[in-house]
């Protein structure tokens, strides 16, 4: 049962605090008697010092009595026994301190013997009151008879004769006393020295075994611990502890080795894992140039797929307009209805000779051929332009279309064509995804040395999984249930153009979860034209 008690690191640590307790408690016990003795040894010492003083006071005061009564034997009078009188109270006051003083130290001693030393000074202290009293009363009766004189020498003689012996042995015995004290407090001090030193060479001792004991295991443990800690974090994973013992410490050791093996089996795994993923990454890289590849040819294919059939509709469009024309300058009579017919096969060629300028212009702008034609202009007349091409667009879907310029002297040196097709673009696109009723805004501002043009709608706005793409060339998104629309062109044939104006080009779309639905488009361009140059210019 011990055996068991003693393996357990809490019960160490107790039985250590134990003995650390009862050291300091004996040495707290044995410092407080000593200090005990030092007092009552030095309380000793100084009351016989102090009634020794006592006793010299009496024997003064005796002295100046004899003395005034001598010179009131000489010169009889009121004044002499008065003064002989205050001398009597004087010293009879002196026996008085010394008795009290001397029973005070009675009652302050314990010890029987001690207690009756000092009754017997008592009983020497009162025969010499005695002695007092009876020479008072004599030289009282010497100075009322007719040799005042030779009768109070008489009386101080005898007085003298049977006093100061026991004044003397009573002194002495104070000495005697205050030696004793004085001795036995320089006894007490080289006995407190000398336990003082055994106390601490058995506490050393103490300490030494139960550091022995107790602590040396636990701190070689705690250091094994701590190295093989240190072993496993730099990798050594194969580290473990050798458990000798069964207290906490050795539990917590065996803990560690478990930990240690389980982490060795995680970084076997983790490694066939990390080989194995490092073959899936090799055979999908291998897949993914192979799809680069046949990528880049359908891109390739795609790219002369739109030349060809730019380069194709080009001229079926031309002649289209010719005709158009040359029947409108005819000299037949005028029909209205063949003219409103003409008029619209004209704009409508006219928009559809665009669109084939755009393709042809993307597949160019693939190889770079492609320059911008930069001009000054107002940005005002770019924005009415635009509404006017797109304001039948915009009713036929049931939206109005709204433009906002903040000044009618804002310009731009640009590709004028360019910024107009991106603009026609951008507002086909709001149009295309917002619901009747609902405005679609073109505006325009100077923002210090940028020109912002932007197209606000209260569409159905973009997923934010989306917008990433926006601008990725034949990339159609998909909105709620239904596929995108158009050929995927139209925001980068825009990024394209903003780019090479050297501007920027930004989406911020809400699908109605946390804001309100819609898009916008933000164009920031460069705008290096002073507005009241180019209006005077105008």
């Known amino acids: 049962m011990g055996r068991v008690l003693f393996s357990s690191l809490r019960t160490r640590m107790a039985l250590l605090l134990a003995v650390a307790v009862l050291v300091t408690a004996a040495s707290a016990a044995l410092l407080v008697a000593a200090l005990g003795t030092t007092n009552n040894q030095l309380d000793r010492l100084v009351s016989a010092q102090s009634r020794l003083e006592l006793l010299s006071s009496i024997s003064g005061r005796i002295g100046d009595y004899a003395l ?17 009188g205050a001398a009597r109270a004087a010293t009879l006051a002196a026996f008085h301190r010394f008795e009290m003083a001397l029973a005070n130290d009675v009652m302050r001693y314990g010890d029987e013997e001690q207690r009756t030393l000092m009754a017997a000074r008592s009983r020497t202290v009162a025969r010499l009151h005695a002695h007092f009293e009876v020479m008072d009363r004599q030289i009282t009766t010497a100075l009322s008879g007719p040799d005042p004189s030779t009768s109070v020498r008489v009386a101080l003689d005898v007085f003298a004769a049977g006093f100061g012996a026991p004044l003397s042995q009573a002194m002495e015995e104070e000495r005697t006393d205050a030696r004793a004290a004085q001795l036995a407090v320089q006894d007490l001090r080289g006995r407190v020295i000398r336990w003082g030193l055994a106390g601490v060479l058995l506490a050393f001792v103490a300490s030494i075994f139960i550091y022995h004991r107790l602590g040396s295991s636990l701190v070689q443990r705690v250091a094994d611990v701590a190295t093989a800690a240190a072993a496993i974090a730099q990798g050594r994973s194969d580290t473990r502890l050798t458990v000798t013992g069964h207290d906490e410490l050795s539990l917590a050791m065996a803990r560690f080795n478990r930990m240690a093996a389980h982490l060795a089996r995680r970084e076997q795994r983790l490694i066939s894992d990390q080989r194995r993923l490092q073959e899936i990454v090799d055979a999908r890289t291998a897949e993914l140039r192979a799809a680069n590849v046949r990528l880049e040819n359908v891109d390739l294919a795609r790219r002369r797929f739109f030349t060809d059939v730019s380069h194709e509709l080009r001229t079926p469009l031309t002649v289209i307009l010719g005709e158009a024309e040359v029947t409108l300058r005819g000299g037949r009579p005028s029909e209205e ?15 559809l000779h665009r669109r084939v300028e755009d393709l042809l212009r993307i597949a160019r702008s693939e190889s770079g051929q492609i320059e911008l034609e930069r001009r000054p202009f107002l940005v005002a007349d770019l924005l009415e332009d635009v509404r006017e091409s797109m304001l039948p667009v915009a009713r036929a879907a049931g939206l109005p279309l709204e ?56 569409g159905t706005g973009i997923p934010a999984r989306d917008l990433p793409h926006v601008f990725e060339r034949f990339w159609r998104g998909q909105g709620e249930g239904r596929e995108g629309t158009g050929f995927g ?12 104006h050297g501007g920027r080009i930004d989406i911020e779309s809400s699908t109605g979860e946390h804001a309100p639905s819609g898009t916008c488009v933000i164009v920031r361009l460069p705008a290096r034209v002073p507005d009241i140059n180019l209006e005077a210019a105008q």
């Not at 003219?339 to 060629?349: E, G, T």
């Open 489 to 500: 062109i139209g925001l980068a044939l825009a990024k394209w153009i903003v780019d090479r």
């Open 337 to 351: 209805d063949l003219r409103a017919a003409l008029l619209v096969i004209q704009n409508r060629a006219r928009r």
């Open 403 to 458: 433009v906002v310029c903040a000044g009618d002297g804002l310009a731009l040196e640009a590709d004028r064509e360019w910024l107009r097709q991106v603009l026609d673009g951008l507002v086909a696109n709001a149009v295309r995804h917002s619901t009747p009723g609902q405005p679609v805004r073109l505006e325009a501002a100077r923002d210090g040395d940028a020109m912002v043009i932007r197209v606000r709608d209260r």
């Open 68 to 84: 005034i009564s001598l010179q009131a034997a000489q010169q009889p009078g009121p004044r002499g026994e008065e003064a002989l």
